[in-house]
């Protein structure tokens, strides 16, 4: 499984709940560029990604949907089953 998620709780309830059953996890943080995630998550080909939808920096909300989008499409194509959309604040 697979994550683009902030460091927050929910990068420690997915990380768990992939080992819980004998998964594994890799994450990247949401400020990263949509290249720099699909060159990390196109070596392991992950079945599922967990995406959190908005970014808060220096407060302001950061909409996430248009990278989702780009990374899920070009995943599918590496094996990817399900996207999770992870509500943000």
Known sequence: MAAVVA???NAVVIA???ASI???FSSTATDMG???ILDRYRQIKPKMLFV???AVYAGRHIDL???VL???KELANHGLRCT???PGA
């Open 7 to 9: 460091n927050n709780t």
């Open 16 to 18: 768990l709940a992939t």
């Open 22 to 24: 004998g998964g594994i």
């Open 34 to 36: 949509t290249q720099g």
């Open 52 to 54: 959190e939808t908005v």
């Open 65 to 67: 949907i248009p990278k």
């Open 70 to 72: 780009a990374v899920s």
């Open 84 to 86: 999770v959309l992870l």
